[in-house]
């Protein structure tokens, strides 16, 4: 089993619509949880970040945590066509050092 | 305010030739990581530095890796001797531990062995 796990997708929304990003993550201690985009050709950006569990609201964009679940998604509201990108989901392990472990990332097309 | 520096951006190398990527994190942040990132197996984590020492290489793929930071302001990534298959983008990210470890990524090196 893979420590953090997403959908490659693509996922296709129109734009406007609302995209639901997801992810899963396999160490019940870990601590902090991250959110990236990456557009093609550039390095990692960060959109977000999550410590505790319900949700963190930020302009369009919505994390929520379920440590029950390990489970934690992006929401994207109105969703852009700049919005299209791979999002990446990033898990601090137990040891909390700082050492973050990357999903394989979710590409997210918006279309017009 | 510098974000991560990386260099060289672009490299193409042949099979059998040593390659060596360099890093200056942001000032002020103590930690620094590489990442390799390919279409197979996504963002991998190489190896991580804290004040400078080594604290995980159980990312680093074989004894053709090394990594050093022999200060707070500097890091390089060797490959010796390169083979194909190490292409890739390498990125060097770093951050503040204890300000929520967040880690900002450098724009990566682009290395193609050919």
């Known amino acids: 089993q893979k420590e953090v796990e997403q959908n490659s997708g693509p996922l296709s929304v129109p734009e406007g619509a609302i995209a639901s990003l997801n992810c899963t993550y396999s160490?019940?201690?870990?601590?902090?949880f991250f959110w990236y985009r990456q557009y093609s050709g550039k390095s990692p950006e960060l959109i977000m970040f999550i410590y505790s569990n319900g949700d963190k609201e930020d302009g369009r964009f919505t994390a929520q945590l379920n440590k029950a679940s390990q489970y934690v998604s992006l929401l994207i509201r109105d969703s852009q066509p700049s919005d299209s990108a791979t999002y990446l989901c990033?898990?601090?392990?137990?040891?909390?050092?700082?050492?973050?472990?990357f999903g394989q990332g979710t590409t997210l097309q918006v279309k017009p | 305010d510098a974000g991560v520096i990386q260099s060289p951006r672009h490299e193409v190398t042949e099979m059998g030739q040593e390659v060596t990527l360099r890093c200056k994190p942001i000032?002020?942040?103590?930690?620094l990581f590489w990442y390799r990132q390919t279409m197979m197996r996504g963002l991998e984590l190489l190896i991580y530095f804290n004040n400078n020492v080594p604290i995980d290489d159980s990312g680093m793929p074989e004894d053709r890796f090394s990594a050093k930071m022999p200060n707070a302001s500097f890091s390089t990534l060797k490959i010796q001797p390169s083979e194909p298959r190490d292409s890739a983008v390498y990125f060097c990210?770093?951050?503040?531990?204890?300000?929520?470890?967040?880690?900002?990524f450098g724009e990566g090196s682009w290395l193609t062995v050919v």
């Open positions: 990210a770093s951050s503040l531990t204890g300000s929520g470890n967040t880690i900002y």
């Open positions: 160490d019940r201690g870990s601590q902090s």
């Open positions: 000032s002020g942040h103590n930690s």
């Open positions: 990033a898990v601090n392990t137990r040891s909390n050092t700082g050492k973050l472990i």
